[in-house]
C-alpha cells in the first residue's frame, strides 16, 4: 500500500533550527512536495524535490533521498509565525499526491 | 487574481439533505481536486478531474459525486448527507506543465447533524 509517516508533532524554540523528517511508500514516483498549512487556513506550497540533494529556499530547504524514501524539511532561525502543521505529500505514478497526517510545529519564545 | 474560492466558508446541514459545494478558480489550471480534511488525518482525495469534461474518483468518492462542464468550476454535491460527512473540505487545481504543484482554496467546514 502507498503510506506517508511524518511526527505527529514538535516543539522548538525561536532563534532555533528544526528538522522534520518524512518516509513514503508509493507505488512510483513522481516527487517530494512539502506543505505549510496555519491553523484553520488552507495548506500553501513550501517545497517540491523529484532528485535527490538539498534545495535551499531561504530559511527553509528541504532534502531528498529518493533510494531511502526519505526527505526532510529543515526550518532556521525559527520565527514564532512560523508555528503550523507541515504536511508532507508524495506524488505516485498517476500523479496524485498521498498525503501525510501532518507535523504540528509549536515554538517557544 | 482571486486564484481558488470556494462556497460556502461554512454550513451546518442536516442528515438526509443535499448540498453542493462550490469550487472555482481563474488560473486556468488543466487539474481540479477535492480533499477532506479530518482531525489527525492526512488530506483525503475525494475525487478528481484531470481535465474538462472527464472526473475520477480518489481514496474516499462513496456519498460524493462531481463535474467538471468546463475548466474553471468543480462542484461536490453530497447527494444524502450523513454525520460521518463532517468534515473541512478543500478544493485544489494544478498545472501538469508547473510540477503539479497544488494550489488550494480557503475550505469550506461542514456540519452535518
Known amino acids: 500500500g502507498q503510506n506517508i509517516d511524518q511526527p505527529t508533532e514538535m516543539t522548538a524554540t525561536e532563534g532555533a533550527i528544526v528538522q522534520i523528517n518524512c518516509t513514503y511508500q508509493?507505488?512510483?514516483?513522481?516527487?517530494l512536495f512539502w506543505y505549510q498549512q496555519h491553523a484553520g487556513e488552507a495548506p500553501t506550497f513550501l517545497s517540491y524535490?523529484?532528485l535527490d540533494g538539498l534545495e535551499e529556499k531561504g530559511r527553509f530547504s528541504s532534502f531528498l533521498s529518493r533510494s531511502k524514501g526519505y526527505s526532510y524539511l529543515l526550518l532556521k532561525e525559527l520565527q514564532m509565525k512560523d508555528s503550523a502543521s507541515y504536511l508532507c505529500a508524495a506524488m505516485d505514478s498517476n500523479y496524485q499526491l498521498i498525503w501525510g497526517a501532518g507535523t504540528k510545529l509549536i515554538i517557544k519564545p | 487574481t482571486a486564484g481558488i474560492t470556494q462556497a460556502p466558508t461554512s454550513q451546518i446541514l442536516a442528515a438526509g439533505r443535499s448540498m453542493t459545494l462550490r469550487c472555482t478558480q481563474d488560473?486556468?489550471?488543466?487539474?481540479m481536486y477535492w480533499y477532506r480534511q479530518d482531525l489527525g488525518l492526512g488530506l483525503r482525495l475525494i475525487h478528481y478531474s484531470n481535465t474538462a469534461g472527464t472526473t475520477g474518483k480518489g481514496e474516499v468518492p462513496d456519498g460524493y459525486s462531481v463535474s467538471r462542464a468546463n475548466t474553471d468550476d468543480f462542484p461536490l454535491t453530497l447527494a444524502s448527507a450523513v454525520p460521518s460527512q463532517t468534515s473541512v473540505y478543500f478544493c485544489?487545481?494544478?498545472?501538469?506543465?508547473?510540477?503539479?504543484?497544488?494550489?488550494f482554496g480557503p475550505g469550506t467546514r461542514l456540519t452535518v447533524l
Open positions: 488560473m486556468r489550471h488543466n487539474a
Open positions: 524535490n523529484v
Open positions: 485544489a487545481s494544478s498545472d501538469s506543465s508547473e510540477n503539479n504543484e497544488q494550489f
Open positions: 508509493t507505488s512510483g514516483f513522481n516527487g
